[in-house]
């Protein structure tokens, strides 16, 4: 729920064509900008989905958040050349959300 809305702002940044963002244009994964704000907008709006289903214990929502945080870690990584001090911590949170979602797990029992 946190990575979700971070994505999200700044895919409508990346749709606004806002000047924030550096263009390159020696970089493999070359996109416009609104590409760009289009993708973060979707993986921003399927995080959340996932984030609200591992919040009301729906059986698939661990599964889902761990798909779509190693699709918004990978967007991150390719993100970087244009905005690197948002892609950083957002790829680092990503990694905590991955660990978290993967180690910890409350079952049936209550948790012993």
Known sequence: MLSGPLSI?????GIAE??????STRYVY???LTAWGVIHLVVGVALV???????????????????????SMITQFMFVPYY??????????????LFALTRFHVGADGGR
């Not at 702002?9 to 940044?13: D, E, F, H």
């Not at 806002?18 to 263009?23: I, P, Q, R, S």
């Open 30 to 32: 070359r996109f416009d």
């Open 9 to 13: 702002l700044v895919g409508a940044s």
């Open 84 to 97: 690197p001090a948002w892609a950083i911590p957002v790829m680092a949170l990503d990694l905590v959300i």
């Open 18 to 23: 806002d000047n924030l963002f550096a263009v």
């Open 49 to 71: 989905v996932a984030g609200l289903a591992i919040l009301t214990n729906k059986s698939w929502g661990r599964g889902a958040g761990v798909a779509v945080t190693g699709i």
